[in-house]
């Protein structure tokens, strides 16, 4: 996601860097461990911030994009659909 929003040209790599790390280090700073379940909430935590998105707003788009993930058959793009 950040890829893209880099892509885009909504994001700068410098920003996300800072933010993603920022984000990081205050969930190890307040006792998370080291693992990919910490680096995941700090990746929620770094877009919402940069987005600027309320935590139930990130947790739909997250919601959608892991229902995207899921039903995309294997090698199609993944992408959200929000026709509806």
């Given at each position: 996601m950040s890829q893209v929003l880099i892509e885009s040209g909504q994001i700068t790599p410098g920003d996300w860097a800072r933010t993603l790390g920022d984000a990081i280090?205050?969930?190890?700073a307040n006792g998370a461990e080291d693992s990919s379940q910490t680096y995941f909430e700090a990746v929620t935590d770094a877009l919402t911030t940069i987005l600027k998105m309320d935590e139930q707003e990130m947790e739909r788009t997250v919601q959608e994009w892991r229902h995207a993930f899921e039903t995309t058959p294997h090698g199609k793009p993944v992408s959200l659909d929000r026709k509806s």
């Open positions: 280090k205050s969930k190890l």
